[in-house]
């Protein structure tokens, strides 16, 4: 690249160019709002997860039930969410991103689930940790994949 050369921006649309400011504001006009639903969301999930962890405690250096649990749960909610909204019913703009985002994403908590990983295999538990890295991705996808196929089902037969 030649002295004084700016790098290429990729724009979201060809007609618009984010380095002109005018621009610029007018793609960014939006996400205000859907920067805030997020927010509210994850701060309510959030809660909802501490409050899991207060209902159903896990001493340290036991496997962590709770994480697995809420994280099977929310992958569950958000395969029946997902079939709801693209299925059903034509949601608000802001409801995805409030409720799949910012609720099931602060409730669900895989950055828990990667620390408990970590301290497993610090403890000199490493088989545990890889037991519980399988089980929470078994867990997990099976939850989706359960929910996605049970509220179809459900809707089916709701509809003959």
Avoid: E
Avoid at 23 to 50: D, H, M, N, S
Avoid at 53 to 73: I, K
Avoid at 126 to 142: D, H, I, K, Q, W
Wanted: proline share 5%; hydrophobic share 50%.
């Amino acid at each position: 690249m030649s002295k004084g050369a700016q790098p290429s921006r990729a724009a979201t649309d060809p007609d618009v160019d984010l380095a002109i400011p005018a621009q610029r504001r007018v793609v960014t006009r939006g996400l205000g709002p859907v920067v805030a639903v997020v927010a509210l969301g994850g701060a309510i999930g959030a809660c909802a997860r501490y409050g899991a962890s207060l209902l159903w405690t896990t001493r340290p250096g036991f496997f962590p039930w709770t994480t697995l649990l809420v994280n099977g749960v929310g992958c569950a909610v958000i395969g029946v969410f997902m079939v709801v909204i693209t299925d059903v019913w034509a949601a608000h703009r802001l409801v995805r991103p409030f409720f799949g985002t910012g609720v099931l994403g602060g409730f669900t908590t895989f950055s828990t689930y990667a620390v408990d990983i970590q301290k497993f295999v610090a403890a000199g538990q490493p088989r545990t940790g890889l037991a519980y890295l399988a089980l929470t991705l078994l867990v997990a996808l099976t939850a989706v994949w359960s929910a996605v196929w049970l509220t179809r089902r459900a809707l089916v037969w709701r509809h003959r």
